[in-house]
T-cell receptor
Framework: DAGITQSPRYKITETGRQVTLMCHQTWSHSYMFWYRQDLGHGLRLIYYSAAADITDKGEVPDGYVVSRSKTENFPLTLESATRSQTSVYFC??????????????FGPGTRLTVL | AQSVTQLDSQVPVFEEAPVELRCNYSSSVSVYLFWYVQYPNQGLQLLLKYLSGSTLVKGINGFEAEFNKSQTSFHLRKPSVHISDTAEYFCAVFRMDSSYKLIFGSGTRLLVRP
């Protein structure tokens, strides 16, 4: 009954450091997403992936890198963290594609603080 | 361009009172509409969705929402709130084209007081 998990749940880092946030889902969903949540902005899409080895930019991709070598994992890397990347990060997954909507299921979030 | 507007950043209400959380959207293509709830220190949970059919949609925990195409609105309502309804509520739209993306509003914090 794992569903979708994120690690770590909390992270404090310093400006300039590389940080990787992990996301793992057990449903074999094709689509995975990374969002950041900031006060006054709701959730904004950073990157998404339609399948293993297929990724695309969302609304706010600058400063982030993603990869998807396996269907179940979708790590998000901040190559050189900045204070403006302090946020709560949510991973989500959904089944297939097309105009037929498939519900996105969200992980519990990672609270990242960049000092 | 499309957007989702939640005009109220916070809505305080007394327990057992009715509540309405407002959501308006703009889009050049047809959309699906959603309300998500986020309890403190938790992820998002789907409250209800409108895909097609009846414009009045019922969700979990006694919430309902009505899709109004002419006013491009999807307001969330509950006739009698509980303390446990205190949470952040997000309206979202899904574009019915190839983007496969959810666009979220900025959220409304519902604060239920005893």
């Amino acid at each position: 009954d794992a569903g979708i998990t994120q690690s770590p749940r909390y992270k404090i880092t310093e400006t300039g450091r590389q940080v990787t946030l992990m996301c793992h889902q057990t449903w074999s969903h094709s689509y995975m997403f990374w969002y950041r949540q900031d006060l006054g902005h709701g959730l904004r899409l950073i990157y998404y992936s339609a399948a293993a080895d297929i990724t695309d930019k969302g609304e706010v991709p600058d400063g982030y890198v993603v990869s998807r070598s396996k269907t179940e994992n979708f790590p998000l890397t901040l190559e050189s963290a900045t204070r403006s990347q302090t946020s709560v990060y949510f991973c989500a997954s959904s089944r297939t594609s097309g105009n037929n909507y498939n519900e996105q299921f969200f992980g519990p979030g990672t609270r990242l603080t960049v000092l | 361009a499309q957007s989702v507007t939640q005009l109220d950043s916070q809505v305080p209400v007394f327990e057992e009172a009715p509540v309405e959380l407002r959501c308006n959207y703009s889009s050049s293509v047809s959309v699906y509409l959603f309300w998500y709830v986020q309890y403190p220190n938790q992820g998002l949970q789907l409250l209800l969705k409108y895909l097609s059919g009846s414009t009045l949609v019922k969700g979990i925990n006694g919430f309902e929402a009505e899709f109004n195409k002419s006013q491009t609105s999807f307001h969330l309502r509950k006739p009698s709130v509980h303390i446990s309804d205190t949470a952040e509520y997000f309206c979202a739209v899904f574009r019915m084209d190839s983007s496969y993306k959810l666009i979220f509003g900025s959220g409304t914090r519902l604060l239920v007081r005893p």
